[in-house]
């Protein structure tokens, strides 16, 4: 149940990030959101067992650093920048291409091999990706038919892959609370400070717009919640299983789209988001990756608990949640 909460949130946010980015620039929006996240986050921390900040030192500030600017500052607010140059429907759907992102990335980073079915699963995305973004027709396409916004998400999309593949060593040593917390917290630091020099470049913020601040608190406070009732049920049921309920996102930010902003999801977006999740599900297979010591035929190690903080072979190859 909390997966399929987690994911719902998550589903619905580039919708109601477009409600918001019509009274809130996406700076500011940003700011405001890390703002109020990072101070639900600190409470929540500041009432959890001591347990819970283990490992914290002077020599952690560098590696929350790092995931404060890879998953709040390059992430977060980009994306919010990428919402209000293009639709909430093509964000979305782009959205779900994350998994094969940080899959590529893990690739490279941590020197996981690819198999021929996953280079199949990157090759059928990257053709969803296009169907969304040249909406179809590549011989008839303008450059005044694409959408600025498309190309910032995938952007941003690559920085959300750095947080997750850096983030799965990260968690060997610090507890996900303290992680997410802190990263909030460094992310926002950064924020801030881009909102304010930004400021000129957009309309002046209409403090008074109750949508926009209803939304920065569901946003902030419920997709925090969200963060860690994902990363509890990734304990219980494992990655693999997790990730196949984030399928399911962008089907809710398409069904949204429509709804709440009067949006027109044409052919070539269903057809796209076929493709993407076909080769989320081609690349993500459990089984496709294998470790050298399984190809070479030696006899596989035994698996460690689950209670253990050693990060799983299947959360190394990147199999976590899409959206912070």
């Known amino acids: 149940m909390t997966l399929l909460l ?7 946010f580039p919708a109601t990030a477009k409600l918001a980015l019509v009274d809130f620039p996406p700076f ?3 700011a405001v959101r890390c703002t109020a996240a990072s101070c639900f986050l600190l409470l929540l921390l500041a009432r959890s067992s001591s347990d819970t900040i283990r490992g914290l030192g002077p020599g952690a500030a560098g590696t929350f650093l790092m995931l404060g600017a890879a998953g709040i500052w390059g992430s977060m607010q980009f994306t919010y920048l990428a919402i209000y140059n293009t639709t909430a429907g093509n964000a979305v759907i782009l959205q779900a291409a994350t ?20 280079w199949l699963g990157v090759a059928a995305s990257v053709l969803g990706v296009l169907l969304v973004i040249t909406r179809g027709p590549f011989a008839m396409l303008q450059p005044a038919d694409l959408h600025s916004g498309d190309f910032i998400t995938l952007l941003s999309l690559c920085s959300w892959a750095v947080y997750t593949v850096y983030g799965k060593r990260v968690l060997a040593s610090y507890s996900p609370l303290l992680a997410t917390t802190a990263a909030y917290i460094m992310g926002t630091l950064l924020v801030l400070p881009t909102a304010a020099i930004t400021a000129p470049l957009f309309p002046t913020p209409r403090l008074a717009s109750l949508t926009a601040w209803t939304i920065v608190f569901y946003q902030g406070i419920l997709g925090a919640v969200a963060h860690i009732w994902w990363y509890e049920a990734v304990l219980v049921v494992g990655p693999s299983q997790a990730a196949i309920f984030t399928n399911l996102q962008p089907i809710i930010g398409i069904v949204l789209a429509p709804l709440l902003l009067g949006e027109r999801i044409g052919i070539w977006h269903v057809i796209g988001t076929l493709f993407v999740l076909a080769g989320v ?3 993500t297979r459990p089984f496709a990756a294998k470790s050298p010591n399984a190809q070479a035929g030696a006899t596989p190690t035994t698996p460690q608990p689950d209670n253990q903080s050693r990060p799983r072979p299947n959360e190394e190859r990147g199999e976590n949640p899409t959206t912070i």
Do not use: K
């Open 6 to 12: 987690s994911v719902a949130l998550w589903g619905s």
């Open 28 to 30: 500011f929006l940003a």
């Open 99 to 118: 998994p094969v992102i940080v899959v590529l990335i893990a690739r490279f980073y941590l020197g996981e091999r690819l198999l021929r079915v996953q």
């Open 281 to 283: 599900g081609l690349t």
